[in-house]
Structure formats: C-alpha cells, structure tokens
C-alpha cells in the first residue's frame, strides 16, 4: 500500500502508482487571448495563421504549466477553437450538407465558424447546454445523408505537438456514446445510435492511428453516463467499448457531473484501461466502484473541484483519496472531478480582491497544485507535503471561522420564517380582483425590461467607471434615458411600461454589487460559449440587501407617467445559478437567503408605489439535476425561494415572472407553483407550439407568450403578430393573455425595436377588437 511507502524508500515496479491527472484545462487564456484572437479573426483584421499562433501559444503555455506544477498525466486536445464537440463534428466529418463542405476535404477555419456562427445561406448549427453547466456546446446534426469520414487528425497533431516539448500527453476526445446521445436527428425516425457502427470505423481508424504514432493513453469522456439513459444505450457502449478497446491506446474512460447510480455496472463491466469518477458531485458509489475494478485497471479519483473556484481542503481529502485507495489494487490517479474549462484560469492576477477572500480561492492553476499535492502526498507519504497541507488547514479554519461569511442576523431571519412567508394572501383568483383597477385592457402589451444597450448608454458607463464622467453627469445621462423610453413607450401605446434597465450592466451582476456576500473578480473569465466568456460573481458569505437596489429609478421612471412601470428584479434561483456558489452549505440555503434579500426589495418597491413587480427567473430550468430522481426535490426549494421573494405584498401588487426558454413540459407543475400573477415566456420561434404545454395543463395564471423572438434581427410584421396571437388564442383563454417580446431588448437596435413594438401593439388592438366583436 501507498501509505506504507516511506519517501526514501525506492519505488518498485510491482506497486500500484499514484499520478496527478487533469482532465482538461481551460482554453481562452488567462487575458481572453484566445477570446481576442478569434474576434479579430472573426472581423478580418487577422488571418488564420496569426490565429493559429496564438492558439499554439496557449496550449504550449498551458501545458507547460501543468508540467511545472507536477502534473503527471497531461491532457491534449482539450483545446478547441469554439468547442469541443464541435471539434467533434469536424473530425468525423459531420459537418451538415447546408455549409458546402466536401467529404474528403479538409476542415478549414471558415467551415469550422461557419457551423457556430451560420452565414447569409445557411443558418448556425444550434447550441445548447453542457449538461448542468454555464457551458454551452455544439449540437450534432445527423440525417439521413450523415456519413462520418476521418476529417481531421488534431488529436494525434496535438499530442505530437506537445512531444516537440518533450511533454508526454493523453489526448482527449468526447466519446461515441456521448456524441450521438447529444445530437439531435434531422430526419424523420433516424435513431442516433444507429449510426454507431459507422462511427465507430472513425473512431477506431483515429485511435489505431495514435496508437501506432505511439500514443499511450487516450482519455475518452462519456459524461452521459451519469444520466438517465436510454433502454438501448447498454448495449452500444458494449459494443461501442469492445470493438475500441483492441485498437485502441488505453483508454481511461471519464465521468463526471454526477454518480454513475443505475450505470454502475455498465461503466465497471466496460473493458477499458483506467475509469474516472467525480468524486465530488457523485460521491455515493465510488467506493463500489473502486472496489468493482480489477487490479490491472486504473481508478482515477476526481477530488479537485473542476466547477467551483474554492481551495479543496487538502487534509480530509488526502484522507478520503487514502481510504478510497485501499479499495483498489492496482493504479490511482488523483484528478480535477472534471475539466477545469469551468473555472477561471488564475486567481494570482486577482489584484483587487480582498486579501482574506483570495485566500480561500482556488483557480484552474492553483488546483493543479492541489492535485499534485494530493498525488505527491498518497505516494510520497503525507509527511512531504506536510507544510502545504497545514496551510490549507490553515485556510479552511479562517474560511469556518470568519465573521465575513457569518451574518447572525440573516441567519435568525430564515429561522424565524414560518410556512405563510412563501404564500400570497389570497389565491389568484381574488388578486386579479383586487388589481382590477390597474385598469388593463384585455390583451395587455408590455415588454420583458431592458432596452436596447446602445454604444452611448456602454460608452457613458465606462467613462463612469474610469472617472471620466461624474456620477452626477452619468446619473442625468441615465435619467434621459429613461426619460426617453418612457415617452417612447407612451408614444407606442404600451400599457404597462418598463424603465429600461439603462444603469444595468448584467441582470445578476447589478444586484450582486449591492448586496452583502457577494465578490467580483477582476479576471474571473469563464468559457460560456465560443469567445463569449461571464465573469460569475463569487458568492462567499451569508446574502443580505444593506439597502433598496432598484427603486429609485423604478420610482423615477414612474414619476414620468400614468401608466403603470414594472419594477424588475432578478430571481434568487438565477443569482444562484450564474454565480460561484460557497460550498460550505447547501445551495438551498443559499438560495433561500437570496429569496429573503429580494422578498425586502419587492416590499420596498411596494411602499414606493409600485403596483407591477417582475421578478426574472430565467435560469430556472437549466438548475433542474441531470437525474430526473433529483429533480423534483430541487424543483420544490426552486419554487419556495421564488415564491418567498415575490409573496410580501399585497393582492392588489401584481407580480409577473420571466422565463426566456421554452422545455415546460417536464416542469409544468414547477411553474404553476411560482403562482406568479403572469408569466411571459418564449415561444414565437416555434410559432406557438411549445404553449400546448401551458394549455393542456390548464395553467390558472396569467401568460404573456413571446410574439416576437429577439434573439434575431427580423422585424415581425403586425399581420404575423395578430396570426400568432390568435394561435395563442386557439389554446390560451384570451382572457389570460398577454401581448410581449420573447426577451428583453438590450441587444437589439432601436430602429427594429421601435417597429416591431408598433407592429405589436396594432397586432393587440386588431386581436382585441375581434375579440370584443
Ligand atoms: N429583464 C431582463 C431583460 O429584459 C430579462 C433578461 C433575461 O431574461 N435573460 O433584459
Ligand atoms: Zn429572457
């Protein structure tokens, strides 16, 4: 055993090894190099050399970090120019028929864009979320002309391209299952894995390929092992894995995002040479697993968080690597849970952060310390790592014991709410009743909240930030602003009218600097999609409102007119969704403390005389767990964190959410709980369809189904609109309809948005009018 090994005593061949393993490591540079570069690609400033350059840089940066900071097993191909299943569907030549590529040409720089980004003739592939993540991926397309050919060889060009180091790597690549899982079919009843005998042939031809170019081991990741599979996939993963695993280089197969659960036998009967668990979002069966392996078999243990930016307590996670360990003979690895493309890549730049703060932080290349460590301190003995660890111990007890994560008076509130904090004073059918001197037509218009971000209102803003403009000059720029949209909006004839959101730079950001238990980072970038990169605010201690947010420009815009203004806010489950979230108690918790901080914003607009609050939830479903056992439970404290936010007011303050997606069907239930006044959701992109769910559930509430999709710049005309809407009609009692944009406007143009709004509300009037007739 491990343990036994003195740090003097020499290690024999016949002793399982313990290497530092990393799964993957982010891309875009510490700075957004990779970010910069492929915009100026992008805009034709520079050309694919420069880029490929820069690209080349940063793997070989990158690596060569990794291999100074005691990594042992280096990845390779992890980095990828947009994503890496879209490197995926360039290398097996899935690139579909509409972007003109020839099989049996090679995959250049444009065609590879061109699928992420579409062009005039053919529109983007589509992109959806990693699993659980921020992440956003690729989807694969396949149809009935799908023929998968060898397109490129970057894995084995980047493996060889790190030996020109002298830097051994194992290449990395989304494996068949997970693949084919994750695409979606284009043509009429073609099943995805019916195509896996020929994409095997591809994948079995690359991986001969790096093993007779020497290649070792491969890292294959099959993350859809920790869902709910299909009936059907056992079979192709045993397939899949026997025809591989006899041409193949070993071939350490990964998990991650969650347990193994039902799948469990499956991974463990697979005849692979190494398997890795995340050890931290699946905890429960990777002592079974461990024990299930054969000796000559690899467990790699993912104990370094890939999807958090906190220091791992090194000491009881060097004991739980330890006792894990003894459950399996043969080789351990010590690895981040997943790839650290989830995390920012050093925290060491954060110059501005609070000092006490920062040291409980931990970024991608501070966690390669940590998994070294880990590594060094199972193999070499605990004792040669000794002062490492006492500093991270170190950390942990100020972490626990500071008074800046602890607030007793937030606490003593969430314990002092009983069961009514989450409940409305009546039902809905009073509230409408009470609001009925809002004096609302049928049909009310309205929009989602923001207006368009112009080059002025982001210019304005930065010269604020940098002293340029006062904050008295940059508050009278906010207040024409909003000024402006206000008689715009009374000029279109809208009913309920919005602010604007001008002062607002990102809908969780601005509530995230104005409340307690929240930190920014300077450099915190993390991969969202393609260049697009979020710097998620870090949530560190217990949240509470010090003051209003939002109501002195709610009050403001409302000063201006008559008509009703909503007041917006952000919902506590989105804040909690796109934030780093502290570890050291449950996200509920959490949550809950989030909910409690706008439930006293919400009371507080309501004092200032606002009749009409929306609070954003938009964030809600991509939370749901991956396992639909999971789900209902965090549905429930969801659904409570919303309802105590929106639930202090009185029956005649209408309160209305917004959810910017259009998956309802399986959280239906979930969103009639919310028991919002209205909600306003997208639908115009798949003209009405996704609203049967809210039809054949009979939803009680009010709804407000997006007529117009923002998220392209076409104009919708008014006879479209009034067709939608009557299409809404045909499933909706027009009674609880609403008339809205699918989303907020801030990335659009004015001149769009000011007809479309026009086409809108004629569309609403001509629908009102036949109603009445
Ligand atoms: N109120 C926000 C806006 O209009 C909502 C944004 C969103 O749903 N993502 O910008
Ligand atoms: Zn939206």
């Not at 009692?733 to 809205?740: E, F, G, H, V, Y």
Request: aromatic share 8%; proline share 6%; with cysteine.
């Amino acid at each position: 055993m491990t343990e036994s090994t003195s740090p003097a005593s020499p290690r024999s061949k016949d002793q399982k090894s313990v290497r530092a393993a990393v799964l993957g490591f982010p891309r875009i540079g510490a700075r957004r190099e990779l970010k910069f570069a492929t915009e100026a690609f992008w805009r034709g400033e520079s050309d694919a050399e420069a880029l490929d350059e820069t690209a080349a840089q940063l793997r070989t940066r990158h690596w060569l970090a990794q291999r100074q900071r005691g990594i042992d097993v280096i990845p390779s191909n992890d980095f990828s120019f947009y994503d890496q299943m879209l490197d995926m569907i360039a290398l097996v030549g899935a690139i579909p028929q509409r972007f003109g590529w020839q099989p049996g040409t090679p995959v250049d720089h444009s065609t590879y864009f061109a699928c992420a980004r579409g062009t005039d003739t053919a529109p983007a592939m589509e992109m959806t979320k990693w699993f659980d993540t921020n992440y956003h991926y690729i989807v694969p397309e396949f149809d009935d002309a799908t023929h998968f050919s060898l397109a490129r060889t970057t894995p084995l060009d980047a493996w060889q391209e790190a030996r020109t180091l002298d830097i051994t790597t194992r290449p990395v690549l989304v494996g068949p299952l997970t693949f084919l899982l994750l695409g979606k079919s284009k043509s009429d009843g073609l099943d995805p894995l019916s195509l896996l005998p020929q994409l095997l042939k591809v994948y079995a031809d690359l991986l001969n390929a790096m093993k007779k170019a020497g290649v070792e081991w491969v890292q294959i990741d099959e993350p859809v092992l920790v869902t709910d599979l299909p009936a059907d996939a056992a079979d192709a993963f045993e397939q899949a894995y026997a025809a591989l695993a006899t041409v193949a280089p070993k071939i350490m197969l990964t998990t991650y995002f969650g347990s193994l659960g039902d799948n469990q036998e499956l991974a463990t009967s697979l005849p692979v040479a190494g398997l890795h668990l995340d050890c931290l979002r699946g905890d429960d069966d990777v002592k079974a697993v461990a024990s299930s392996l054969s000796p000559d078999q690899t467990l790699s243990l993912g104990l370094v968080d890939g999807r958090n930016i906190w220091r791992t307590n090194l000491s009881p996670t060097l004991a739980r690597a330890k006792e894990l360990a003894c459950h399996h003979e043969g080789d351990i690895e010590i690895a981040s849970s997943c790839s650290l493309l989830h995390t920012p890549v050093d925290v060491s730049l954060e110059s501005k952060l609070d000092l006490e703060l920062k040291s409980w932080l931990a970024f991608a290349t501070q966690k390669l310390d940590e998994i070294s460590t880990l590594a060094r301190g199972l193999w070499d003995g605990e004792e040669t790592v000794a002062a490492t660890l006492r500093a991270s111990t170190e950390a942990a007890t100020t972490r626990a014991n500071s008074k800046h994560t602890y607030n007793p008076l937030v606490r003593g509130r969430i314990a002092s709410l009983d069961a009514s904090a989450t409940d409305r004073k009546s039902p809905f059918a009073d509230r409408q009743k009470a609001q009925a001197d809002l004096g609302l037509p049928p049909l009310p218009t309205t929009t989602i909240g923001s207006f368009p971000q112009t080059v002025e209102v982001r210019k304005a803003r930065v010269a604020n930030k940098r002293g340029e403009l006062s904050d008295a000059d940059y508050r009278a720029f906010l207040e024409r602003e909003t000024e402006a949209t206000i008689r715009k909006q009374e000029e279109l004839d809208i009913d309920v009218l919005v602010h604007g959101e001008f002062e607002r730079t990102d809908m969780v950001e601005y509530f995230g600097e104005q409340l307690d238990g929240f930190a920014f980072t300077s450099n915190g970038w993390v991969q969202s999609y393609g260049s697009r990169c979020v710097r998620p605010p870090v949530i560190f201690g217990d949240v509470s409102r010090p003051g209003p947010m939002t109501v002195d420009w709610t009050k403001y815009a409302q000063s201006l007119t008559d008509r009703p203004v909503k007041g917006m806010l952000t919902g506590p489950v989105t804040i909690l969704q796109w934030s780093f979230v502290r570890d050291d108690q449950s996200r509920e918790d959490t949550c809950r403390q989030i909910g409690l901080a706008i439930r006293d914003e919400v009371a507080d607009l309501e004092k200032a005389g606002i009749r009409i609050i929306q609070i954003d939830e938009p964030a809600l479903r991509e939370g749901l767990p991956l396992r639909k056992a999971d789900q209902a439970a965090y549905l429930e404290w969801a659904v409570n964190c919303f309802r105590l936010s929106g639930s202090p007011v009185e029956d005649a303050t209408q309160i209305h959410t917004h959810m910017c997606y259009s998956e309802f069907n399986d959280i239906m239930d979930a969103i009639a709980a919310f028991d919002a006044d209205v909600i306003s959701i997208e639908t115009s992109r798949s003209d009405m369809e996704l609203l049967g769910a809210f039809g054949d559930f009979h939803y009680p509430n009010d709804i407000g189904p997006g007529i117009w999709d923002i998220h392209a710049p076409r104009v919708p005309d008014a006879d479209e609109i009034e067709r939608l809407i009557s299409k809404a009609a045909n499933v909706i009692d027009p009674k609880q309809l609403w008339i809205n944009p699918d989303c907020g406007l801030k990335t659009r143009g004015w001149p769009e948005v000011e007809t479309s709004l026009t086409n809108m509300v004629t569309a609403a009037k001509a629908a009102r009018h036949k109603l009445s007739a």
